[in-house]
């Protein structure tokens, strides 16, 4: 489903990946770690279409996501490592959301309610102004609302309180539909049994991978 080849991405003179390939395929939950700077957030970026590769490519279902961003972006859903700084209140987000990705806004409440985020009292308040772990939360939910076969986390559960990771991965576990599952984290132990898979990365190269 997610094919990398050959993928080199630079900033300035800083090799940020260095000539990866892999191949993410359907069924497979994957844990991406490695240190700080190691690349993790520079490849998923580079999935979804927001950097241009130097050298490589990237294909999803055999789509280039910067030509076919649209088509591509329809597949997945994916939460950012750091929020985005939407100045939208929650309900004009939650229904630009169900309408620009045809997610369904009762599913968005749903999901919320299962991670103890009070959307209902906080609908007039700004994206930006919730907390970071509320914020965190939303875009979880929105993210288990969007039906997808691809799924992207990059550190999802950083700002999250224990009771929160707790309700995020039984909700993830729920979730038993063919996909694949791209997971990045520093806490192995946490997605232990949500994973089939391990990727380490280092100085933006591929340096183990392996099925668990
Ligand atoms: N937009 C950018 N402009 C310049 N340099 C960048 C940019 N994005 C990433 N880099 C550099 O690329 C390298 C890899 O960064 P990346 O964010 O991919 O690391 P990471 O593995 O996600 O680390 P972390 O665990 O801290 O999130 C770092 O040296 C970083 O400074
Ligand atoms: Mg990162």
């Not at 300035?12 to 770690?33: P, R, T, Y």
């Not at 996501?65 to 750091?82: A, D, G, T, W, Y």
């Amino acid at each position: 489903m997610i094919k990398i080849d050959n993928l080199t991405k630079k900033f300035g003179a800083h090799i940020s990946l260095d000539n990866v390939s892999c191949e993410f395929n359907k069924n497979e939950s994957i844990a991406l770690m490695g240190a700080n700077g190691a690349g993790k957030t520079t490849l998923i970026r580079s999935i979804l279409g927001y950097y241009h590769p130097d050298e490589g490519s990237v294909a999803i279902n055999g789509l280039d996501p910067i030509k076919h961003r649209i088509n591509v972006l329809q597949e997945i859903s994916f939460v950012p490592q750091l929020p985005p700084p939407i100045k939208l209140n929650i309900d004009e987000l939650i229904q630009y959301i169900s309408i620009s990705a045809n997610v369904d806004k009762e599913k968005i409440m749903h999901y919320a309610n299962e991670m103890k985020l009070d959307l209902k009292a906080n609908l007039n308040k700004s994206f930006f102004k919730l907390s970071g772990g509320m914020k965190q939360k939303l875009l979880i939910a929105i993210s288990l609302a969007k039906k997808s076969t691809i799924i992207i986390y990059d550190e999802p559960t950083a700002n999250l309180d224990p009771k929160a990771r707790d309700d995020f991965y039984r909700l993830l576990k729920q979730n038993e539909e063919e996909k694949v599952l791209l997971f990045v984290t520093h806490r192995l132990e946490e997605v232990k049994d949500l994973v089939n898979r391990q990727i380490y990365m280092d100085l933006g190269k591929v340096v183990s991978d392996e099925k668990i």
